[in-house]
């Protein structure tokens, strides 16, 4: 059973970063197909894919996030990294790291394609 766990997050001011970490156990990161992937979801607004890498490396971003937010493979080969720079208060929100090993087509940042996830952190950025 794959398991994940979101930390990093916290109360920051506009302008500064942030590194989240998801740790997880369970998970072949190496298999084909496997993605791990970073979504957020601000109150009152639908969850919204931010990054995601897969088993080659190989890096996806929503366009809004591409220049601010840098997903990699962290120290240890069970940690996945979300670096986000110059935080804006837009980018309040609860932060998932999800995962999959299953194929699947059409956009990387879609939660459908997403079976196992995190149960979250909390991001606040304040002006």
């Known amino acids: 059973q794959v398991r994940l766990v979101e930390s990093g997050g916290g109360s920051v001011q506009s302008g500064t970063s942030l590194r989240l970490s998801c740790a997880a156990s369970?998970?072949?990161?190496?298999?084909?197909?496997?993605?791990i992937a970073w979504f957020r979801q601000a109150p009152g607004k639908e969850r919204e894919g931010v990054a995601a890498?897969?088993?080659?490396?190989?890096?996806t971003y929503a366009g809004s996030m591409k220049d601010r937010f840098t997903i990699s493979k962290g120290s240890t080969k069970n940690t996945r990294y979300l670096q986000m720079d110059n935080l804006k208060p837009e980018d309040t929100a609860i932060y998932y790291c999800?995962?999959?090993?299953?194929?699947?087509?059409?956009?990387?940042?879609?939660?459908?394609?997403?079976?196992?996830w995190g149960q979250g952190t909390q991001v606040t950025v304040s002006s």
């Open positions: 999800a995962a999959t090993t299953e194929r699947f087509t059409g956009w990387v940042l879609s939660a459908s394609n997403f079976q196992s």
């Open positions: 369970g998970y072949a990161f190496d298999d084909m197909w496997s993605y």
């Open positions: 890498i897969n088993w080659l490396g190989t890096t």
